[in-house]
């Protein structure tokens, strides 16, 4: 799983690489456009939202476990059947 | 308050190593990652411990954090948080290395400064407390005392430091926890005066150019014990425009004369010492003042919550997980106490609200924290 993740994230980096560059030798982009972009603030809000949404897409299981374990701890007898 | 933000224009000096787009990206992902853990999963597991607690309250069991942590540990997601937390925080440090690693010539060029006003001394043969190298405090790689000779140590602990605290002290100057001392030192001296001033344990200077700001007469110390950080620090006040006199040497004995200062404090340094080493450090600075001086010591809220057994165990896991020589130890010391043992007077122990400028900042002290990071504890005294 994380080796297909990897290797689809790999793709997608050189991907992403050969746009830039074409951009850069179309002239669209100037040479380092990417990486001196600085968002204003609405931009940085729709980013900084972009990142929790992915963040909580991709962990959200983990919560569900971690609530699923707070359910089992608060029913009385669960304790024992979690240990077992 | 400012917090991290992508835009340029959010950088504080320019020593500070300069992420490119990813680079920035990742640390902000690493930073929300560490926000999940904290207050996603932690509370969760809070949660978890409330239904154990009263069971292990109840059995009249002579070590209840050990058994809550043993309980707790049948819960798969309880392990998952802890693992989590270790490696967000590992994370952190790896994508901050990678972006200081990449201008490390550019950091070096900055740091050889023309005329600088204050200075730096290094010690070749210091030699650090084991504490500090026993290991990697808060996991950073190579530790406090890491030295090859370049900025780099220092810069890494810079822009790390302000990541792992998650923009919440100052954005990228990182510096409430200097300015909350001295807005101390006001609140109990308003019109103090002070001709030196000594930061101990001021790591790359973050607590100790605020003393310069708010007293811009005075003649300002830093030290501490990594020449790394040392070197990074003395450029980075050179950069904010601070004299400061950096030395590499330890809080438990300096080299400074007695009575030398009027001014001694350190910020959140006891919890990454031991209880000894607190106390050596405290007696040290006292010996340290002038007739009359002062000595603040500001420290992360304390564990005023003991006999909660939840807390225990998250404050030992957090010494455990994140590399926190003395957490509880200096969590749970009787400061009022060890002060009077140092041998001062006029003691004060509670939580000073957190200042932006320790000049202007309202003098709030008092006995109850207003949270973390909405107020520091403090404990001060006077030779
Ligand atoms: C969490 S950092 C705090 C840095 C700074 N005071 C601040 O508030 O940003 C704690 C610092 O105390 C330093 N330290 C620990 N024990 C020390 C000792 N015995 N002598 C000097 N510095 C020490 C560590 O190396 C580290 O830089």
């Given at each position: 799983m994380i080796v297909s993740l990897a290797s689809e994230v790999t793709v997608l980096r050189a991907r992403l690489d050969t746009c830039e560059r074409l951009l850069v030798a179309a002239q669209v982009l100037a040479p380092g456009a990417v990486d001196s972009f600085s968002p204003d603030a609405a931009a940085q809000a729709e980013r900084d939202g972009l990142r929790q949404h992915t963040l909580n897409k991709v962990f959200r299981p983990l919560q569900e476990a971690a609530m699923a374990d707070v359910a089992a701890a608060s029913r009385p007898i669960a304790g024992k059947e979690i240990q077992a | 308050m400012s917090g991290i933000a992508e835009s340029r224009a959010a950088l504080a000096h320019p020593m500070i190593a300069v992420p490119t787009h990813d680079e920035l990206v990742e640390q902000l992902f690493v930073r929300d990652l560490k926000l999940f853990v904290g207050q996603t999963l932690e509370p969760a597991q809070q949660k978890i411990a409330a239904q154990i607690v009263p069971a292990i309250a109840g059995s009249g069991s002579n070590s209840p954090v050990d058994d809550l942590r043993h309980r707790m540990q049948s819960f798969e997601s309880f392990t998952t948080w802890l693992s989590l937390k270790r490696e967000s925080q590992r994370q952190l440090w790896a994508a901050v290395e990678d972006c200081v690693e990449r201008q490390a010539d550019q950091l070096e060029a900055l740091a050889a400064v023309d005329a600088p006003k204050g200075t730096l001394t290094l010690d070749p043969d210091f030699v650090a407390p084991d504490y500090i190298t026993r290991g990697d405090i808060h996991l950073m790689?190579?530790?406090?005392?890491?030295?090859?000779?370049?900025?780099l140590q220092g810069a890494v602990m810079d822009r790390g430091g302000a990541v792992y605290m998650l923009g919440r002290n100052g954005g990228m100057l990182n510096d409430l926890r200097g300015h909350t001392a001295m807005a101390h030192l006001l609140t109990v001296a308003p019109d103090i005066r002070p001709i030196r001033i000594l930061d101990m344990g001021c790591g790359i200077g973050t607590s100790t150019v605020p003393a310069a700001v708010c007293f811009p007469e005075a003649e300002v110390h830093g030290i501490d014990v990594g020449a790394s950080m040392l070197r990074y620090a003395h450029a980075r006040a050179e950069h904010l425009g601070a004299a400061v006199h950096f030395s590499q040497q330890s809080a438990e004995r300096t080299s400074f004369p007695g009575a030398s200062f009027d001014v001694v404090y350190s910020c959140v340094v006891l919890h990454e010492t031991s209880p000894t080493a607190a106390i050596n450090i405290l007696a040290e600075s006292r010996r340290l003042l002038r007739p009359g001086g002062i000595a603040i010591h500001l420290e992360v809220p304390l564990l005023h919550t003991l006999g909660d057994i939840w807390q225990e165990l998250s404050s030992e896991l957090e010494a455990q997980f994140n590399n926190e020589p003395n957490w509880r130890g200096a969590l749970t010391a009787d400061y009022g106490q060890l002060m009077r043992a140092a041998g001062f007077t006029d003691i004060r122990t509670g939580y000073q609200a957190t200042a932006f400028n320790g000049r202007t900042a309202p003098r709030k002290f008092g006995e109850a924290s207003e949270g973390v990071f909405r107020s520091w504890f403090v404990t001060s005294g006077r030779a």
């Open positions: - | 790689p190579g530790g406090n005392a890491h030295d090859d000779g370049s900025v």
